[in-house]
């Protein structure tokens, strides 16, 4: 079959790779007829060295049952599912608490030990525990919204969770990129009463008042952390939504979490101390996050995607077929896309 291989830095390729198929009796494949590029992808798309490894890319997906091992109980061939970016067994004790993330027997697509889903089919491991039959035809128009709640919906909707939004809470959305635009809409959606998004992209800005979105803050550092407390009469947010991952993000959602807030952050850490730890300490402000346990999300969220009260479908803003995923991580990595749909 044809995948999307990483080779190093920069080097996308399209290749004939092995077919996937039954190596576990909980295992399934599922023939892909959606799936997408994340921003969390433009990392190893900038940095990854040739001895890291080869890997076939991709961790979200919506795709068709093609075969099941003899184990697997909840699905059945020719079932639409979506397949979270992270497999699962489902049974667990971090599983049955709602952290897929952390499971025992768990991991990630994408690794150059288990094949990602930018390509026409994949095996997904602990399939039960994993895929989430939809009950939808493969080519529902909801399908754009409906693959988001693989990552960047139940992400955004995580870091909204984590940072204790809620009714008549201020909100500050660090990020302008899927995940935050969902964020947008995961604050509005549980009822925040001011939601500041952090952003310059006029197309991002636009569309993340679309969302939801009540004030625009362009300015970084400093100036940002300045702008956001003026709007908030001098205070800063009951809530910050960290979706990108960088130092400077991370000081910058520190720096307007008002005492007491929380910080849910969600964007991949680029580093490994943990910035602004001081004043994070003596305003008292709880910081969480992590990847997303998205496959826990779904039952929540998947009504509002069914029935048109959310719509998170609308980041994607350019569509490609296989052949067109190394320009698609091209024009990702160089804002000329938020985020690039996949159909093999």
């Known amino acids: 079959m044809r995948a999307t291989v990483m080779h190093a830095a920069g080097d996308v390729r399209i290749e004939n790779v092995a077919d996937p198929a039954i190596e576990q009796s909980t295992d399934a494949v599922i023939r892909i ?48 599912a979506i397949m979270p970016f992270a497999f699962s067994d489902g049974t667990c004790m971090f599983c049955a608490g709602g952290l897929q993330t952390a499971c025992v027997h768990g991991g990630f697509f994408g690794q150059p030990q288990v094949p990602g889903a930018q390509a026409e089919a994949v095996r997904v491991p602990l399939a039960d525990g994993t895929l989430y039959p939809i009950g939808v035809g493969e080519d529902d128009a909801l399908m754009p919204s409906l693959l988001t709640l693989s990552d960047v919906m139940g992400t955004g909707h995580h870091a909204a969770v984590v940072a204790r939004v809620a009714p008549g ?11 935050g635009l969902c964020g947008v809409i995961a604050a ?108 826990a999300y779904i039952d929540d969220l998947l009504p509002d995607v069914l029935e048109g009260r959310i719509e998170p479908g609308r980041v994607f803003d350019r569509t490609v077929d296989l052949g067109g995923v190394p320009d698609g991580y091209r024009a990702m990595n160089d804002r000329e896309s938020i985020k690039v749909l996949v159909r093999p």
């Open 33 to 80: 007829t959606r799936a997408c590029i994340c921003g969390s992808d433009l990392w190893p798309y900038r940095t990854l060295e040739e001895e890291d490894g080869a890997r076939v890319m991709g961790h979200e997906a919506i795709g068709v049952v093609e075969a099941i091992g003899a184990e697997v109980r909840t699905l059945k061939v020719g079932d639409v």
């Open 169 to 179: 809470k201020t909100v500050a959305v660090v990020g302008d990129g899927a995940v």
């Open 188 to 295: 509005k959606r549980l009822g925040a009463e001011q939601i500041v998004i952090m952003g310059r992209h006029e197309d991002r800005v636009a569309l993340a008042r679309d969302f939801g979105a009540t004030d625009v803050v362009s300015e970084r550092g400093e100036e940002a952390v300045a702008r956001v407390h003026e709007l908030t009469d001098g205070y800063g947010v009951d809530a910050v939504l960290e979706c990108v991952g960088l130092d400077e993000s991370m000081e910058t959602a520190i720096g307007i979490a008002r005492p007491g807030g929380a910080v849910g952050r969600v964007g991949v850490p680029q580093h490994e101390a943990l910035p602004a730890a001081r004043p994070s300490f003596y305003g008292n402000i709880t910081i969480g996050g992590g990847p997303a346990p998205v496959r």
